[in-house]
């Protein structure tokens, strides 16, 4: 370099050409040879010519290219810590429940695998299965099927979990009489932290789009601007997971679909045209949830507690397994769980049920079995999934709630699903407009809570 001219210039201009020769190639710093070949001719310019007129230039390429580098660590870093990336297992995460029966022990064929699997770093494994309520044992579990579940912290003992968990592969069980079975394996997720690796992640994929524009600019492409409209990476939204505000699995009778409603939009729409789609499909599908019931009215300065039991007591029949077996003819329902799904979805507390004070007992058939503390019903009644909403319009209030005016549509079980959900209503659900409602929901945690519900009859 020195032999072609002492003061750089000449080599500046030959070497910035052909920076932008490789840059031209693909226009992306993701490729291996753009990124390493433009960072070594900026290395090398900048420790033959530290002072020269042009080194300011070459240092602003090399920072930018630097600056990418360190981003695509990061991202790495932060996919490293989730089961086939962060996307991957944003989109696959799930809610279930598990009796945690213990640690699971290791069995070692040699001492060798002790050693290395001694030196490796190790997490704790417990052996799960599904949960079983029954009447008179309580929560027991059911042995049809065994999990492996990798547990943020150990569980402090056996019983009950709800969790947030991802798939990561299966495992070979084999028992003390050298039983060998397959068993999934899970990885307990905190929400929380994936929803601020989420954000962060995006935030990176953004910064290494303007980082690539940069370059773009310093190296005097007269596309980029043109570019800038058409990158598919230009405008990243961030969606926080959905926890769990209405259970993923319908049962309607014999005829099961499995509804995904894991996302909300983060940003606040202030009308219908600039309402996410997404935030959309959620909206509808929470709203369903009292449209599916029968649900008609509630204020949160105006309610009929018996018509709130019997919401939860419907939406527990429809997509939970919390209802038991009470006797011949009669299921339950424990009035601590009706309690909960009442402050969940209204943020209302209802006093303790007596069995003389059950006004729901009269109206719907449901009633209060005090030394147990369940509500039970005619086990012979039929409730059909059969209803769903679908938004209309969408506003925010003075206090940032929604609200939204929507229509209610009838549409054959079978004809129900994920794409129902979608505005508008899916043409395959063959759906028939029953009436209209109004109501105000709260976002609050990723999740919603009903502020006013009314029905408009046609």
């Keep these: 370099m020195k032999k072609l001219n ?26 291996y040879h753009t990124f390493y070949g433009i960072k070594r001719l900026c290395e090398l310019y900048q420790e033959n010519y530290p002072e020269n007129q042009n080194t300011q230039k070459i ?44 640690k699971l022990d290791t069995v070692y064929e040699d001492t060798i695998s002790k050693v290395i699997d001694s030196v490796k770093e190790k997490k704790d494994e ?34 009950v979990y709800s969790l947030h968990i991802i798939e990561n592969g299966s495992k070979t069980l084999v028992d003390y009489n050298g039983f060998q079975s397959q068993a999934p394996v899970y990885r307990q997720v905190d929400v929380d932290i994936l929803n601020k690796n989420l954000e962060t992640y995006y935030n990176i994929l953004e910064e290494q789009d303007k980082l690539q524009k940069q370059l773009g600019s310093l190296l005097n492409d007269k596309d980029i601007s043109e570019n800038e409209n058409n990158n598919p990476h230009n405008n990243y939204q961030y ?33 219908t045209e600039n309402v996410a789609e997404k935030e959309f499909e959620n909206i509808n599908l929470f709203l369903s949830n009292f449209s599916e019931a029968g649900f008609s009215y509630f204020s949160t300065v105006d309610y009929d507690r018996a018509e709130l039991i019997r919401f939860a007591i419907i939406h527990h029949i429809l997509n939970t397994n919390k209802v038991q077996y009470v006797a011949e003819g009669a299921d339950g329902i424990s009035a601590s769980i009706i309690t909960d799904t009442i402050k969940k979805y209204f943020d209302v507390n209802i006093y303790p049920p007596t069995s003389e004070d059950t006004p729901e007992a009269v109206e719907y058939g449901i009633y ?7 509500y039970f019903w005619d086990s012979s009644q039929d409730f059909n999934l059969c209803y769903f909403t679908s ?43 029953s009436y209209s409602i109004s109501a105000t929901l709260e976002p609050r945690s990723g999740s919603y809570i009903l502020r006013n519900y009314d029905t408009i009859v046609p």
């Design 6 to 31: 002492n003061e750089g210039n000449e080599v500046y201009t030959i070497l910035f050409d052909e920076i932008k020769n490789i840059y031209t190639a693909n226009k992306s710093l993701e490729n």
């Design 59 to 102: 240092s602003s390429i090399l920072n930018t290219i630097t600056s990418y580098g360190d981003n695509k660590s990061k991202l790495r870093d932060i996919d490293a810590m989730y089961p086939n990336g962060i996307e991957e297992s944003y989109n696959n995460i799930e809610y279930k429940e598990f009796y945690i029966i213990k």
């Design 126 to 159: 417990f052996l799960a299965t599904d949960v079983d309520h029954d009447w008179l044992l309580g929560d027991i579990p059911d042995n049809t099927y065994n999990y492996i579940i990798q547990p943020i912290s150990s569980f402090p003992k056996e019983g």
């Design 239 to 271: 969606d926080v997971y959905y926890d769990s505000t209405k259970d993923n699995t319908y049962n309607d009778n014999n005829n099961s679909n499995s509804v995904n409603q894991n996302t909300i939009s983060q940003e606040t729409a202030q009308s």
């Design 368 to 374: 209060y079995w005090e030394p147990n503390d369940v």
């Design 391 to 433: 938004l209309d319009t969408v506003t925010v209030d003075e206090n940032s709630n929604y609200v939204v005016e929507a229509s209610v549509y009838y549409a054959p079980s079978g004809n129900i699903n994920s794409s129902t959900y979608a505005n508008p209503p899916s043409r395959t659900s063959n759906a028939e407009y």
